[in-house]
């Protein structure tokens, strides 16, 4: 059975497994992403040979951040602070065969795989995590080196965002920012977006209106992209989707449909992807288990 290596560098965890072409999840190694990148290669490195000593699967790598088109350079990941680095130098040490993308880009390739999608003509994939991701594909295609969707601006004067820039739509619905909004626009006084959820769980009326303010903010959004390019369907993944997603995924629904430009006219579904927090890791695997249409063998990189 065909297998590859999926590997997903987020701006706090970083999993590593083993996926079969059945996209069946195995020999999973987590850890928090160091915040040096050798460091964090060097993790990387250790936890694939621990999986796969005989070295008898190419990987797939999802990152956190804006890598070149050719696949080589990851010139920023904000979350991480690493700029300007060369892939194949930093990850020679894997002796095998990769490829690296966007972990937006990753999650929505493997939703339109994986998830029985490939009748979806234009599927748009927002991974909702430490940051925000998103991810494009058309007709078979995936759109490589942009989809930057958590950096698409909403307030010249807003909050700062990791990226250095103002008022990101990452600064309102990505987990690290979260907690500040809810200080914010309700006063509550939490640490993380795990202590809101609680909050919201157990009936707190203000943890519920800040989920819902995020599900309009990521609705209000979301609909401009569509009207831009035609999307069929939107999939959201990551750790505060898949635990969160039960109080903003109604008012998201509901405000992307007010603002589409046509909506009886453009059918959009939208639903929280079944694999939650592992789809930017199946993603990566299957780059190298189903390659896009448009993914040229020059992005595979040979560190043997």
Not at 6 to 14: C, L, N
Not at 32 to 46: C, L, Q, S, V, W
Not at 123 to 129: K, Q
Not at 218 to 245: E, P, Q
């Amino acid at each position: 059975m065909k297998k590859a290596i999926g590997i997903d560098i987020g701006g706090t965890i970083t999993s590593v497994a083993i996926v079969d072409e059945n996209f069946e999840i195995s020999s999973n190694i987590d850890f928090p992403t160091p915040r040096n990148p050798e460091e964090a290669a060097g993790k990387i490195i250790e936890s694939v040979n621990r999986i796969d000593p005989e070295k008898s699967y190419p990987c797939g790598i999802a990152v956190c951040g804006l890598i070149s088109q050719d696949g080589r350079i990851l010139y920023s990941a904000p979350n991480l602070k690493w700029k300007n680095i060369e892939l194949e130098k930093l990850f020679s040490g894997l002796d095998r065969q990769f490829a690296a993308v966007n972990d937006g880009s990753s999650a929505a390739w493997g939703c339109y795989i994986a998830e029985g999608n490939s009748e979806t003509e234009n599927l748009l994939s927002i991974t909702m995590g430490t940051g925000v991701g998103g991810g494009i594909v058309l007709n078979g295609n995936l759109i490589f080196g942009a989809a930057e969707i958590g950096h698409i601006k909403m307030d010249p004067d807003g909050p700062v965002c990791g990226c250095g820039k103002k008022g990101c739509l990452e600064t309102y619905i990505g987990g690290i920012h979260i907690p500040a909004r809810a200080r914010e626009w309700e006063g509550l006084e939490v640490d993380t977006t795990q202590q809101l959820f609680e909050l919201a769980e157990a009936g707190n009326r203000k943890a519920v209106k800040c989920w819902e303010r995020i599900g309009f903010i990521a609705g209000y959004i979301l609909a401009g992209v569509v009207n831009l390019n035609g999307s069929h369907k939107i999939l959201l993944g990551g750790t505060v989707a898949s635990y969160a997603g039960v109080f903003f995924i109604d008012t998201l629904r509901k405000t992307l449909i007010e603002n589409l430009l046509a909506p009886e006219y453009q059918h959009c579904e939208i639903e929280i992807s079944k694999w939650k927090n592992d789809i930017s890791l199946l993603g990566a695997a299957a780059l190298l288990l189903k390659r896009p249409l448009n993914m040229d063998a020059n992005r595979i990189i040979d560190s043997r």
